[in-house]
């Protein structure tokens, strides 16, 4: 009973810790901060909603369209209602994932 009880309470803090580090990293943009995760999510949604044959798919969504899919991660919604979004949210589209994960480009934070 206790060898369960010990079992359950260290995988409790190892998924606890697993979600304090994956949060932890902060994309910023235009006075927001976005998680990292949320970032790649609406990364990946840019690219299924890009039209087939541009040139650079990955932001060439519509903004309005990205804002009103309701698969858009909810911490974007704020960054949508303000003025210049399209810009922001390409430039979101536009951040270096794989830098930022090991946190060398200038507007993630958090490592």
């Known amino acids: ?33 976005f998680s990292l995760e949320a970032v790649k999510r609406l990364q990946e949604l840019a690219v299924s909603r890009a039209s087939p044959g541009q040139l650079n798919p990955r932001f ?3 903004t309005v369209t990205l804002c009103a899919d309701p698969m858009l991660p909810q911490e974007f919604l704020p960054l949508c209602k303000q ?10 589209g536009m951040v270096p994932l794989d830098v930022c ?11």
């Open 1 to 33: 009973m206790k060898a369960t009880l010990a079992t359950l309470a260290t995988l409790a803090l190892l998924v606890l810790a697993l979600g304090w580090t994956s949060e932890a990293v902060q994309v910023e943009e235009n006075g927001l901060s």
């Open 60 to 62: 060439r969504a519509s």
């Open 83 to 92: 003025r210049g979004a399209s810009a922001s949210l390409a430039r979101l």
């Open 101 to 111: 994960e090991i946190c060398a480009f200038a507007a993630c934070t958090g490592c």
